[in-house]
């Protein structure tokens, strides 16, 4: 089976902190993501890597940086946590383009 | 214009019943579809793939893509209580690495 795992399910942040939230896969896929899910809204697609150090922007870039140093790993970064940003994250791999993406059991990230 | 439509809902059905969720897209190049279920407060979970036109069958699942209608669909045969969830359809554009969601179909499955 594939596992996600994305490295806490619950965060609470303050404003203007840099926050780290880390996702793993076990699979060698080589197409990573990080989404945002808000209420009304569905999912949006932040960041996407498809290699190693190799990363595209999304839908809603404007805030958060990512790296990808090793290809089971893609982590997503705010620079500067905002109350706006409080949202559930979700980290997603597929193995190659055009083919499913399995999620991780998300993060919840609160900014207050 | 929304690149993946779905009817938010909600949906009800009664138990045992056959549940029919629908998804239009817009880009015609689109290749790969996909449908999620997600439970409150949970991750999406993948049911179905389905890349060509016609039927696709797995269990009490059965998803049907018309690509000359842009259209992608996902019957829930006998449906179950524990169907009850958000169902999200996902579209796979070509020759890019990233899928489009809808903003999802909430069911609710009457005992």
């Known amino acids: 089976d594939v596992k996600v795992t994305q490295s806490s399910r619950y965060l609470v942040k303050r404003t203007g902190e840099k926050v780290f939230l880390e996702c793993v896969q076990d699979?060698?896929?080589?197409?990573m993501f990080w989404y945002r899910q808000d209420p009304g809204l569905g999912l949006r697609l932040i960041y996407f890597?498809?290699?190693?150090?190799?990363?595209e922007k999304g839908d809603i870039p404007e805030g958060y940086s990512v790296s990808r140093e090793k290809k089971e790993r893609f982590s997503l970064i705010l620079e500067s946590a905002s109350t706006n940003q409080t949202s559930m994250y979700l980290c997603?791999?597929?193995?190659?383009?055009?083919?499913?993406?399995?999620f991780g059991q998300g993060t919840r990230l609160t900014v207050v | 214009q929304k690149e993946v439509e779905q009817n938010s809902g909600p949906l009800s059905v009664p138990e045992g019943a056959i549940a029919s969720l629908n998804c239009t897209y817009s880009?015609?190049?689109?290749?790969?579809f996909f449908w999620y279920r997600q439970y409150s407060g949970k991750s999406p979970e993948l049911i179905m793939s389905?890349?060509?036109?016609g039927d696709k069958e797995d269990g009490r699942f059965t998803a049907q893509l018309n690509k000359a209608s842009q259209y992608v669909s996902l019957l829930i045969r006998d449906s179950q209580p524990s169907d009850s969830a958000t169902y999200l359809c996902?579209?796979?554009?070509?020759?890019?690495?990233?899928?489009?969601f809808g903003s999802g179909t909430k069911l609710n499955v009457k005992p």
């Open positions: 890597s498809y290699d190693v150090k190799m990363k």
């Open positions: 699979m060698d896929h080589e197409n």
């Open positions: 996902a579209v796979g554009m070509y020759n890019f690495n990233k899928f489009y």
């Open positions: 997603a791999s597929s193995v190659r383009r055009n083919t499913e993406a399995f």
């Open positions: 880009d015609r190049v689109s290749q790969s």
């Open positions: 389905i890349y060509s036109n």
